[in-house]
């Protein structure tokens, strides 16, 4: 399966914007699926998962601002992200439990 992640770009603080990613291949295969973040310097780190049922969590500083969602009919995952602070910059990848890595996205947030 592969994934594509979109949607990126500069946002000033406080500001909205939403990530997707786009599954192609053996998607039947597809059980949770996540999106990552990683910021210069550091580790890659997870945001949130959601699972075939719609079951989801959330790295804590992101509860109440982030909301992840699937459209299964499109193949399409989703993050909403608002009341974005500098701290949430960083690249920004989705996975799956049968996925490799793939290209992610830049999500900036200016002071």
């Known amino acids: 399966v592969q994934l594509q992640a979109s949607g990126g770009g500069l946002v000033q603080s406080g500001g909205s914007l939403r990530l997707s990613c786009a599954a192609s291949?053996?998607?039947?295969?597809?059980?949770?699926m996540a999106w990552y973040r990683q910021a210069p310097g550091k580790p890659r780190d997870l945001v949130a998962t959601?699972?075939?049922?719609?079951?989801?969590n959330y790295k804590t500083s992101v509860k109440g601002r982030f909301t992840i969602s699937r459209d299964t009919a499109k193949n399409t995952m989703y993050l909403q992200m608002n009341t974005l602070k500098p701290e949430d910059t960083a690249v920004y990848f989705c996975?799956?439990?049968?996925?490799?890595w793939g290209q992610g996205t830049q999500v900036t947030v200016s002071s």
């Open positions: 291949g053996s998607i039947f295969s597809i059980n949770t």
């Open positions: 996975k799956c439990n049968v996925c490799d």
């Open positions: 959601i699972t075939s049922g719609g079951r989801t």
